[in-house]
């Protein structure tokens, strides 16, 4: 029911905006919110088309610049929202939403010391912000800071409860410290407040991997892929639910609609790092070990970075939990922990 109210109010407003329109076009304030609305609608087009607009009639429009430049984030055309940030935050210094927003853009990037930097900056200026605490612990996160990560998530989630987001990210950095109990906590209150939290139920689910609960895991991974279908790495951690369980049919149907979405993906683009990884590890997962190093080897000779193999290898930590006697994954572990040492000179 809310759904559909908000459905409806977005209609209502869209015509609205659209009567003001026919009188007067260049109305800027009543292009930028109509821009909102089709930018709340995921129509980023018709919201990009409206925000250019309005630049084009004031090129000192801020609000316009900052509200494209988080379109094109959600675009994933990250320089192009970081040129538009960058002109909004010349515009207004102290717009702290925008710093976060850029700080968000920089992550994505893995260029974390930027990223740290634009948080440090707007939470300096408003520091009861508990989405850009989130991200910046995020961030910390994601550079295995582990314990800053939690000082923000703690300070985050005490200024909001209800943060889900906020409360299955420090879950996440508890289950990457393999403190598995505090992290069920944690993703329990995140799927409590939002039951549709795919991520968070797919995450739950490793931790019961982990855990060694296979029934629960497989719960929260039905679930997650009756959200999300097309999840591969949901469809492969299922998977070996699965064969923890004994179900190898289930298991290989599994992997090979992992494999087939995974395969796609990197046909458009192999240097997308952590798909490249998965595919190698579902090929592994599958006995198929001679195409697992195969792929493992190319990406490691096209120079995948640092924080994916990484990332790869805490992968093959996992299925090693699982499976600890198997010979292929300990030696492909091996192989990433060896170009690991090499390329951070270790």
């Known amino acids: 029911m809310l759904v559909n109210h908000i459905i409806h109010n977005h209609k209502k407003a869209l015509l609205d905006f659209g009567r003001t329109l026919k009188i007067n076009p260049n109305h800027t304030l009543t292009l930028v919110r109509r821009g909102q609305i089709y930018h709340s609608m995921q129509r980023y087009e018709d919201a990009l088309e409206d925000f250019n607009r309005v630049i084009e009639l004031d090129a000192n429009f801020v609000e316009a610049f900052a509200l494209r430049g988080e379109t094109y984030r959600l675009m994933q055309r990250y320089d192009d929202a970081l040129q538009d940030f960058n002109r909004a935050i010349a515009l207004k210094p102290d717009f702290e939403w925008v710093l976060a927003s850029r700080g968000q853009i920089y992550r994505s990037m893995q260029r974390y010391d930027e990223a740290l930097q634009d948080f440090n900056c707007a939470i300096k200026i408003n520091s009861n912000l508990d989405w850009v605490l989130a ?126 979405l995974a395969k796609e993906r990197y046909k458009k683009d192999y240097q997308d790092w952590n798909n490249t990884f998965n595919l190698a590890l579902y090929y592994l997962a599958v006995d198929y070990t001679p195409t697992a190093e195969q792929i493992y080897r190319h990406a490691l000779s096209q120079g995948a970075c640092l924080q994916c193999i990484h990332e790869a290898i805490r992968d093959l930590d996992d299925f090693l939990t699982i499976f600890p006697n198997h010979i292929y994954a300990q030696s492909l572990r091996q192989l990433l922990q060896s170009a690991l040492s090499t390329e951070s000179g270790e």
């Open 135 to 260: 991200s910046r612990g995020q961030t910390y996160q994601l550079m295995q800071s582990y314990k800053q990560a939690l000082k923000d998530f703690d300070r985050a989630i005490k200024l909001n409860p209800g943060n889900a987001w906020a409360l299955a990210g420090r879950g996440e950095t508890y289950r990457l410290m393999q403190r598995y109990k505090q992290a069920l906590k944690d993703f329990d209150c995140a799927i409590a407040l939002n039951p549709n939290y795919a991520w968070a139920l797919v995450t739950r689910g490793e931790v019961y991997l982990m855990l060694k609960r296979y029934k629960d895991a497989l719960a929260d991974f039905n679930n997650a892929i009756n959200l999300e279908s097309d999840n591969d790495w949901c469809l492969y951690v299922r998977a070996l639910a699965y064969q923890a369980l004994k179900q190898p049919d289930k298991a290989r149907s599994d992997l090979a609609n992992a494999v087939q």
